[in-house]
């Protein structure tokens, strides 16, 4: 059910998405579809839930993949990437919602991020002699620039995408890189 709605949000967005549509998708009545979800909207936040989870968990990999400083921001920017260019466009609910001025919508999004940038944050934090506010300040710029460049490469990028994230990887790791280590 789940992958039939998240098909049908995708292609016509929240509010043109039906739940007759979805019920026949996912080849059940509707009257099944409402057992499991009582009605659209917590439908469309299950699955935001579980895409923005998915986002955090590949960012917590890329981060934990290793303990070179070079390589986690190579990873970090490939889970971006990774992510919008994933089957069945999940990106859209997480990123393009057309609900994002509902609070319930809007704070699983602000969280994503957060929590995104808390991951990047810390290593941060542990690696450089930045405070906590420039940490988590650097960490949101970095999540910016993964979310916005990889968004970017998929609707009208014509490079490669494996050379668009060492690009992307490149300009962050000379700004990041210019602060002083304290752990080797």
């Given at each position: 059910?789940?992958?039939?709605?998240?098909?049908?949000?995708?292609?016509?967005?929240?509010?043109?998405?039906?739940?007759?549509?979805?019920?026949?998708?996912?080849?059940?009545?509707?009257?099944?579809?409402?057992?499991?979800?009582?009605?659209?909207?917590e439908l469309y936040l299950a699955l935001l839930e579980q895409h923005s989870e998915a986002l955090v968990e590949k960012q917590r990999a890329a981060l934990q993949s290793t303990d070179d400083n070079w390589?986690?921001?190579v990873a970090s920017f490939k889970a971006y990437f990774d992510f919008?260019?994933?089957?069945?466009?999940?990106?859209?609910?997480?990123?393009?919602?057309?609900?994002?001025?509902?609070?319930?919508?809007?704070?699983?999004?602000?969280?994503?991020?957060?929590?995104?940038?808390e991951l990047i944050g810390e290593v941060i934090r542990q690696d450089t002699s930045v405070s906590d506010e420039e940490a988590h300040l650097?960490?949101?710029?970095?999540?910016?620039?993964?979310?916005?460049?990889?968004r970017y490469w998929l609707s009208r990028g014509t490079i490669p995408k494996d050379a668009a994230e060492q690009l992307i990887a490149r300009l962050a790791w000379r700004g990041i890189s210019g602060w002083d280590l304290t752990r080797h």
């Open positions: 059910m789940l992958a039939a709605a998240q098909q049908v949000f995708v292609e016509r967005g929240y509010h043109a998405a039906a739940m007759d549509e979805i019920a026949e998708r996912a080849g059940v009545s509707k009257p099944v579809l409402y057992q499991h979800f009582p009605g659209k909207l390589q986690r921001v919008v260019s994933g089957e069945g466009g999940a990106f859209r609910l997480v990123f393009e919602s057309d609900l994002r001025n509902l609070p319930a919508v809007r704070e699983i999004t602000e969280q994503t991020t957060l929590r995104c940038a650097l960490s949101i710029g970095l999540v910016g620039m993964a979310e916005t460049s990889a």
